[in-house]
């Protein structure tokens, strides 16, 4: 999944991620659904999800990898968030 951050919104600071059992946005924060859910990863990134390379200044989004880990992992959520600041300008 890729976040980013909108045209007033102001630049990408920072960013993350996670995969939990019940919604972050709605619920709290609980373990993962399943035994085998797991994050692999949280970056800054292009629109599209791929990394950007080291040294990079003019991030504008935020990307998450995650697996789950059985067949079926009900109420499994995987989230990621952009951190946003207004530049003042």
Do not use: R
């Not at 797991?38 to 292009?46: A, E, F, R, V």
């Not at 999800?49 to 109420?75: E, I, V």
């Amino acid at each position: 999944m890729t976040v980013g951050c909108g045209q007033n919104d102001g630049k990408l600071v920072s960013g993350g991620a996670a995969i939990s059992g019940g919604s972050v946005t709605t619920t709290n924060f609980t373990g993962p659904g399943s035994p085998g859910d797991h994050l692999n990863g949280s970056y800054p990134s292009d629109s599209g999800g791929s990394p950007l390379s080291d040294g990079t200044t003019n991030a504008a989004y935020w990307s998450a990898y995650t697996h789950t880990g059985a067949p079926s992992s009900p109420n499994t959520y995987s989230d990621a968030w952009a951190l946003c600041a207004d530049d003042g300008v």
